[in-house]
C-alpha cells in the first residue's frame, strides 16, 4: 500500500533475496508462484516467487559451499562478500521455507532428492529456531550457489513505507523434489506458464508487482528452461521504478518509460492506494 504522502526521507530498504523456481512443463517452462495472505505487512494479497528477507545468520561463514564463491556474486549484484553469502543463503532458505525445495546435496555435484525427511528443520527454519549454516552441518549437506543464476535486482520505489532492495535468483526445480507451498505465508501456490500468469494478472485475477510481472514477461521471452539459465543478465545497476498517479490509479514507472524523469511524487488525493502496472 502507498501512503498518500510519501515518506520523507524515503524508508531505507531492507536486503531481501527472491527466487524464480522454473522447470520444463508439457507446454514450456512453467514458474512456481505463491499468492500471499491478505493482510501481510508487505505486498498481502500479491502473487509472487518465494523469497524474504535477509537474517543475519545468513552471512554465517561456516556454511559448506558448492559454486561459485561469494566475491563472483558480490560482483554480480554490486555488494561486497559478506552480503553476498548471506544473499545466496537466504535465497536457498526461503526458497526451502516457503516451497519445500532445497539447492543442497551431500557433495557439490550432487542434489537432494527428497526433502521429506527434513520437515521438521524446515518448519525450525521459519521459527528461527535454527540458522541454515546449522541446518546443513547437522545434515551433512553443501550448499549448491552454481544451482542459483543471478536475474535482476529491482528496489522497492521510494514512495512505499516499507521497502526492499531485492536481489532475485533464477533455479531450476532439482530432479525428485516437489515444490509444496505450505507456508504460513501463502494461501495458494502453483505451477504456470508465464503468459498464463500474466494473462490472469491482466484480467484481474490475481494481483502482480511490477518485478514479478516483468521477471515473468522476461521468462516468457526465453522460452525454455536451458535459454533462461542460458542468459548472462546484467544485474548490477538497481531497478527503483517510481509511483506516479495516473487519474483514479496509482502506476508504477520504471526506469525505460519515457516519464520516469519527470515523475512527480505527488500521489494526493487517495489515502491509500494498490499500485497498478504500466
Excluded at 566475491?71 to 545466496?88: E, H, I, Q
Excluded at 522476461?218 to 517510481?242: C, N, Q, W, Y
Excluded at 514507472?253 to 504500466?278: E, H, I, K, Q
Aim: some cysteine; overall charge negative.
Amino acid at each position: 500500500m502507498v501512503p498518500a504522502t510519501p515518506p520523507n526521507p524515503p524508508a531505507t530498504p531492507k536486503d531481501a533475496a527472491t527466487v524464480a523456481l522454473v522447470r520444463e512443463g508439457a507446454a514450456g517452462l512453467e514458474v512456481f508462484l505463491l499468492r500471499r495472505v491478505t493482510g501481510m505487512a508487505f505486498a498481502g494479497g500479491m502473487t509472487v516467487f518465494p523469497g524474504g528477507g535477509v537474517d543475519r545468520r545468513d552471512a554465517d561463514t561456516s556454511v559448506a559451499w558448492g559454486g561459485p564463491e561469494p566475491a563472483w556474486w558480490g560482483r554480480k549484484f554490486s555488494c561486497d562478500p559478506t552480503m553476498a553469502r548471506a544473499l545466496v543463503c537466504a535465497a536457498v532458505r526461503e526458497t526451502f521455507e516457503e516451497s519445500g525445495v532445497l539447492l543442497a546435496g551431500k557433495d557439490d555435484v550432487s542434489v537432494v532428492a527428497d526433502t521429506a525427511k527434513y520437515a521438521d528443520v524446515r518448519q525450525a527454519l521459519v521459527n528461527r529456531e535454527v540458522s541454515l549454516a546449522q541446518f546443513l552441518a547437522d545434515a551433512g549437506l553443501v550448499l549448491r550457489a552454481d544451482l542459483l543464476r543471478p536475474w535482476a535486482n529491482w528496489v522497492t520505489p521510494a514512495e512505499e513505507p516499507r521497502r526492499y532492495d531485492t536481489r532475485f535468483f533464477l533455479a531450476v526445480l532439482p530432479e525428485g523434489q516437489r515444490a509444496d507451498g505450505q507456508t504460513s505465508e501463502a494461501d495458494h501456490a502453483a505451477w504456470q506458464r508465464p503468459q498464463d500468469a500474466i494473462d490472469d494478472w491482466k484480467a484481474g485475477r490475481v494481483g502482480l508487482l511490477p518485478p514479478t510481472w516483468m521477471t515473468l514477461a522476461e521468462l516468457r521471452e526465453a522460452g525454455t528452461v536451458a535459454a533462461a539459465m542460458a542468459i548472462d543478465r546484467p544485474t548490477t545497476d538497481k531497478i527503483i521504478p517510481k509511483v506516479v498517479r495516473r487519474g483514479n490509479k496509482l502506476h508504477a514507472v520504471l526506469p525505460d518509460d519515457p516519464a520516469y524523469a519527470t515523475a512527480s511524487l505527488d500521489l494526493a488525493p487517495g489515502p491509500d492506494d494498490d499500485v497498478a502496472g504500466r
